[in-house]
């Protein structure tokens, strides 16, 4: 009985300090930099992509700026996509969680046009996945 009494009393004080040691480590580097380098820093950088981006999309106002707006292509050997099981090509994975139609293209999750043959996906932010690809966390669209 002993023990567990101490470790009831001991407890609330032990998780305070490891709240407080997180917070005075998290507090002086993020007040230390907010007020001068952050906003400098956080102004400078947002009005040089706008501009880089602006000119992209008004040069050329068909199809492809919705592409090139989207990024690169998901390489199958990135991080997310190994972790994902991304394949390029839907039909040559032998997941069993895949059903026999199921590719981007019919994705809820893929957000590029019916006709395209590749297009933005939020699970790879900034990079297009192919319509014929496939990965684990498929979703029939509606």
């Known amino acids: 009985m002993n023990s567990r009494r101490q470790f009831i009393t001991i407890l609330p004080f032990a998780g305070l300090s490891v709240l407080s040691a997180c917070g005075?480590?998290?507090?002086?580097?993020?007040?230390?930099?907010?007020?001068?380098?952050?906003?400098?820093?956080?102004?400078?950088?947002?009005?040089?992509?706008?501009?880089?981006?602006?000119?992209?999309v008004t040069a050329t106002p068909s199809a492809p700026p919705a592409a090139t707006a989207a990024g690169p292509m998901v390489d199958a050997t990135e991080a997310t996509a190994v972790?994902?099981?991304?394949?390029?090509?839907?039909?040559?994975?032998?997941?069993?969680?895949?059903?026999?139609?199921?590719?981007?293209?019919?994705?809820?999750?893929?957000?590029?046009?019916?006709?395209?043959?590749?297009?933005p996906c939020p699970l790879f932010p900034g990079k297009r996945v192919a319509a014929a690809g496939w990965c684990t966390t498929y979703q029939k669209k509606a």
Do not use: M, Q
């Open 24 to 56: 005075d480590k998290a507090a002086p580097t993020s007040a230390a930099t907010a007020p001068a380098p952050a906003p400098a820093v956080a102004v400078a950088p947002i009005p040089a992509p706008e501009p880089a981006a602006a000119p992209a």
């Open 83 to 119: 972790a994902l099981g991304y394949v390029v090509d839907a039909k040559a994975t032998k997941d069993p969680k895949r059903a026999d139609g199921a590719a981007c293209v019919n994705c809820a999750l893929f957000a590029g046009k019916p006709g395209d043959a590749a297009g």
